[in-house]
C-alpha cells in the first residue's frame, strides 16, 4: 500500500514541475491603416493566445475612430472626413504584458499623391519592383526606360485609396548601375510622385553556364516545396506562386524553431547557377539573416554550397554559386535566424 502512494506522489510533482508559464502572443495582420475620406471600416487578424486583448483609440482620434473585437478579429471604423486635410491617430492594442501599436490615417478633402518603394535597389539580374501608391485621385504610370515594364496596365487596388503597382526588371547587361524614375501623375491635375529606381551592374567575373553574363539567363519554375513549419495559411507555395504581395511565414509569435528548413523541387533542369532571395513587400518580420544552402542531384540526398548573411536586408539578396549545379533536383534553404519583434524572430520569403 505505501508503494502506491508514493508513486502518486510522485507522478503529482512531475506533472506540477512540467507545468511551464503562459508565453504572451500577439501578431497582428497589418500595423498601418489609411482610410479614404468617406465613412469607411476595416478589419484585421489578430494572432493571440490572451483572451482577454484590449484594444483602445489614442485621444487624438476618440471623435471620430471607433474598434470592436471578437477572439481573433479587430474592426476598425472610421467616420466620414469633412475636413480639408488628413486626420490621423493611433490604436494601441495590448495583449497581457505584449503591447502593439496601429497607425491610422483618414484622407481629407484635399487631393493626395505619394509614391513608395522600400526595395527600391534591385539586384542586376531579372526581378520585380512592387510600389505602393496612396491616391485619392486618378493618375497615369510614366516609365521612360525599356527594362522597367509595367505588369498589368491596370494598378492593383489594394484598399480604396491604396495601390499596388508592380513592374517586371529586365537583366541589367551592363557592368555599370543604371538607374531611373518612375513617376506616378495625376489625371488632369498637378499632383506627382517619383520612386527612382537602382538596378545593380552586372558582376563582370560571373559567367554561368556557357552564357556570356546574364543575357541569355532564364528563371527555372518550382514544382513544389516543403517547409518545416508555416505558419497557418502562408505556406511556403506562397513563396513560389509568382507574386510579391504574398507571402511563406515561419509560425508567428514565439512558435518559430529555429533552423526553418525550406525545400524547392525541380524536374528536367540541366543546370542551376544563382539564386535571388526575396523578402516579404510589407513590414520586416522574417526577413533573413543567417542562412546555409544545399542542393541535391536525386532528391533525397543533400551537399552542402555554403553558410551566408543576408544581413536581414529589405532588398532581394542574390546569391551566385561557386559553380553550376548539374540537374539539380532539389535546393534546400536552412535558415538560421531572421529579422522579428520584441516576442520573437520569424522566416519569411516572396
Known amino acids: 500500500m505505501k508503494k502506491y502512494i508514493i508513486l502518486l506522489l510522485i507522478l503529482h510533482f512531475s506533472c506540477k514541475d512540467e507545468v511551464m508559464p503562459l508565453v504572451p502572443v500577439l501578431e497582428l495582420e497589418r500595423e498601418n491603416i489609411i482610410f479614404p475620406v468617406s465613412q469607411s471600416g476595416m478589419e484585421i487578424f489578430v494572432e493571440t493566445n490572451i483572451a482577454g486583448w484590449t484594444a483602445t483609440v489614442a485621444a487624438s482620434g476618440a471623435s471620430w475612430c471607433s474598434v470592436r473585437k471578437d477572439d ?40 493626395v499623391l505619394t509614391a513608395n518603394s522600400e526595395n527600391s535597389n534591385l539586384p542586376s539580374v531579372k526581378s520585380q519592383i512592387t510600389i505602393q ?34 513592374f517586371d526588371v529586365e537583366t541589367n547587361p551592363d557592368t555599370e548601375e543604371r538607374t531611373t524614375d518612375i513617376t506616378f501623375r495625376q489625371k488632369n491635375g498637378d499632383l506627382s510622385s517619383t520612386v527612382k529606381v537602382r538596378q545593380a551592374a552586372r558582376d563582370p567575373e560571373y559567367k554561368p553556364g556557357d552564357h556570356p553574363g546574364f543575357a541569355s539567363d532564364f528563371e527555372i519554375p518550382v514544382v513544389r516545396g516543403e517547409a518545416s513549419e508555416a505558419q497557418p495559411g502562408e505556406g511556403i507555395e506562397r513563396s513560389f506562386d509568382g507574386r510579391m504581395d504574398t507571402w511563406y511565414h ?74 553550376s549545379i548539374e540537374n539539380p533536383k532539389a535546393v534546400r534553404i536552412v535558415v538560421y535566424s531572421g529579422t522579428g519583434d520584441s516576442v520573437g524572430d520569424y522566416v519569411s520569403c516572396a
Open 133 to 166: 501608391v496612396v491616391a485619392n485621385v486618378d493618375f497615369d504610370t510614366l516609365v521612360t526606360v525599356p527594362w522597367l515594364h509595367p505588369v498589368s496596365s491596370i494598378a492593383a487596388k489594394v484598399s480604396s485609396v491604396t495601390y499596388s503597382v508592380r
Open 250 to 323: 515561419s509560425r508567428w509569435g514565439t512558435g518559430t524553431r529555429f533552423p526553418v528548413t525550406l525545400t524547392y523541387f525541380f524536374e528536367n533542369v540541366e543546370k542551376m547557377d544563382y539564386l535571388i532571395y526575396y523578402p516579404r513587400t510589407e513590414g520586416a518580420n522574417g526577413r533573413v539573416k543567417e542562412l546555409e544552402v544545399l542542393f541535391s542531384t536525386d532528391g533525397t540526398n543533400f551537399q552542402s554550397i555554403g553558410r551566408y548573411d543576408f544581413k536581414g536586408s529589405g532588398a532581394p539578396s542574390i546569391l551566385i554559386f561557386p559553380e
Open 72 to 111: 481573433s478579429h479587430l474592426y476598425v471604423e472610421a467616420a466620414e472626413n469633412g475636413n480639408f486635410d488628413k486626420r490621423t491617430t493611433e490604436i494601441t492594442v495590448v495583449a497581457s504584458t505584449l503591447q502593439k501599436t496601429i497607425s491610422v490615417q483618414q484622407l481629407g478633402i484635399k487631393p
